[in-house]
């Protein structure tokens, strides 16, 4: 019986991040997933968000500490470049991903498509240019480069695929088309097991 267990559904992008994390360490772990705001998820979570996560006896929530726990605490390859530019280059797109690109392209364009949201179309039409925006600012990286930090994925592109995904899956995926760095990337990613079977069911 694995002590380590993750909580949230898995339709939540932060959770797939925080299972690609785990799957790329082998961590096994046990998967409830509790919708957010339910006694369920405040009881591991104040903020009532997922994921959560807990190690033994030890809880913890927020997807970034959570990763990098998950990096430091487990064995397996490194989740994080060694290199001190490229590892703030990987924060950078962290805070980057957190602050605007999920704002914009989950909360204003996939909550609506995925009727999540009742549908507001003035709230996407006004979120299509700053993701034009988000997306011209990932190419100008990932048409040099194969991953966010350099050579090797990171945290960063694992904060970024499941976003990326739900992109690609409503009508706005015809934005992506302009973008041929991060379509190549997105490709590449989905070589990733951990990518894969962290798919969620529709
Ligand atoms: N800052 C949090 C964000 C987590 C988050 O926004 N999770 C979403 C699902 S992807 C959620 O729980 N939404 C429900 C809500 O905000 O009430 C983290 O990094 O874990």
Redesign the pocket.
Known sequence: MSNVTLY??P?????R?ARIALAEKGVSYEHLPFE??TDD?LAV?P?????AFKHGDFVL??????TNYIDQAFDGPALQPADAKERAIMNQWISYI?AYI?PVM?HEIVLFRFEILPMDQSVIDEAIPKTKEQLTLLEQTLSANDYLAGSTASLADYFLYPILAYLGMVPEASLLTDYPGVSAWKARMEEKSSVTESAPAF
């Open positions: 949230g559904f339709l939540s992008t932060y959770v991040t957010p705001n998820m979570n903020t009532g968000k997922v994921p929530y927020e997807t970034l500490a959570i957190n999920f989950v």
